[in-house]
């Protein structure tokens, strides 16, 4: 580098030090800062340049710089490093929350993940009936696999669950009253709440039952000619257990069917699921397909929870109360867009061809064998072994998360790292070029093979072994 202040700064106050600084322009007119304009463009590499100074200028202020740095280039590219880096990244989650929220629920299929790249590159039919040549509607789409595979009469598809929520209560039920147990007003999380929700979407709640029991006929006793519906909320993330029950979705349907109002029947499933989860080792969800044979008027889940796709909500159930959602005006402020679109129907064609726990990740992780796992927490714990580090593989817990299946875990083998500063060397894991999200139990790191796949395996012992050349 070749910028450098000729002086013998031992001798100078930081006044003059600070007078040996190059200006902004000296410092873009340099050759060594002609590749950065090249590749960044002159307004940030300028923004760069003038935050480098900034930033030197208080160094020799506060006494913590004694001489001009002469590594400007570096310097510079550094903080154009972070500044042209996305926001939103890619992420190694070793926590072993399988639908963890904060990481972005499900991750893709490769299918799902081709689907966008394909139909991210042009023009699509989305709203264009190519046998007709004109316009066609985007909620065709996904309508044919989600009756296919649900056996319902209809299906929309809008932005999120709590959008599905939100406008069938708006569309359907305003100004009148939905009668939802006591036991299931719940909080979702992020202040999702039902009894909020009903009133904002401008329904009257009409509670029924008590906390832990409330029966069919506490159903049948509140319906009047007010009521627009009756309403089961799926107690997302917690448990009841003990003196509990609930009326069954059939019974409430035929309660419904009884009064001469007919109220509908709305399910909102939260997870849904098209496989049977029992079949894993967990406990019994009820499927989508299950709530639908009930004779439920609409059905309501998230696409980026059990199912395994992109975020969406996913209305099913019959023709009538869906074409009056599907006309509505708010419709179009819920809409989905053609990348989500793409992303759904390549995860549904996974359920459709009896593929979706080979093929979606959500359903690959929830069935990997506890033997593969161990395996692989064997050979990470070898691979930091042979560089020093202290770790060892024990048994634990992998959760589900994603406000399905409260309390319910997959046993699995964990890789803990005991590190003398456990906290700092979770936070170095985070700042990685590809950040890791790991947990810490009991003052140890603790690694779960079950949500980190396979392919990522080189690039997450990669991080880990530069652990090694720090003190954590
Ligand atoms: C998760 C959940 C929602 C919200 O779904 P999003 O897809 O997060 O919008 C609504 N209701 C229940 C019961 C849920 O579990």
Request: charged residues 20%; aromatic residues 4%; hydrophobic residues 40%.
């Amino acid at each position: 580098m070749t910028i450098q202040n000729n002086s013998t700064h031992t001798t100078l106050s930081w006044q003059d030090v600070l007078r040996t600084l190059p200006s902004v322009d000296a410092l873009l007119r340099h050759d060594i800062l002609r590749p950065l304009i090249e590749r960044e463009g002159l307004q940030v590499v300028t923004d760069a340049v003038r935050q480098a100074l900034d930033t030197v200028r208080g160094q020799i202020r506060s006494g913590h710089l004694e001489a001009v740095p002469t590594d400007w280039a570096q310097h510079i590219d550094e903080l154009l490093h972070a500044v042209s880096r996305p926001s939103l990244r890619s992420v190694i989650n070793a926590t072993g929350v399988i639908i963890h929220t904060n990481l972005g629920r499900a991750p893709l299929s490769e299918a799902a993940r081709r689907a966008i790249a394909d139909l991210g590159n042009g023009y699509t039919n989305l709203e264009y009936d190519l046998d007709e040549g004109r316009r066609g509607s985007r909620y065709d789409h996904a309508r044919t696999l989600l009756r296919q595979l649900t056996g319902a009469e209809d299906a929309l598809v809008v932005n999120n669950n709590a959008a599905a929520v939100y406008f069938a209560l708006a569309a359907l039920c305003q100004g009148q009253a939905v009668v939802i147990s006591r036991g299931q007003l719940v909080e979702i999380g992020g202040g999702f709440r039902i009894p909020d929700v009903l009133r904002q979407s401008g329904a009257r709640l009409v509670e029924v039952g008590t906390t832990n029991r409330t029966h069919p006929r506490d159903f049948a006793d509140a319906i009047d000619d007010d009521t627009a519906a009756l309403m089961r909320v799926h107690a997302s993330n917690f448990k009841q257990m003990g003196f509990v029950t609930q009326p069954a979705l059939a019974e409430l349907v035929e309660i419904a069917a009884q009064h001469p109002r007919r109220p509908l029947v709305i399910d909102d499933l939260g997870s849904g699921t098209f496989l049977d989860t029992a079949a894993y080792g967990l406990s019994p969800e009820p499927t989508v397909q299950e709530s639908v044979a009930a004779g439920t008027d609409l059905v309501t889940f998230s696409g980026d929870k059990l199912l395994g796709g992109p975020q969406a909500g996913i209305i099913v159930g019959k023709r009538e109360p869906i074409a009056i959602l599907r006309k509505h005006p708010m419709a179009r402020a819920l809409r989905v867009d053609k990348m989500t679109l793409a992303a759904l129907d390549a995860t549904l064609r996974s359920y459709v061809r009896g593929r979706a726990v080979e093929e979606i990740p959500v359903w690959r992780m929830i069935s990997a064998p506890l033997h593969e796992l161990s395996q692989r927490a064997e050979g990470w714990r070898q691979q930091l072994a042979n560089v020093g580090l202290s770790t060892s593989v024990q048994k634990g817990e992998s959760t589900v998360g994603g406000g399905s299946l409260p309390g319910e875990t997959l046993p699995t083998w964990l890789l803990a790292l005991d590190l003398p500063r456990p906290d700092e060397a979770a936070a170095c894991l985070r700042r990685a070029s590809t950040p890791v999200i790991v947990r810490i139990q009991q003052d140890r790191l603790i690694l779960d093979p079950r949500t980190v796949d396979p392919a990522e395996d080189a690039t997450l012992l990669n991080i880990l072994l530069t652990l090694k050349d720090d003190t954590w």
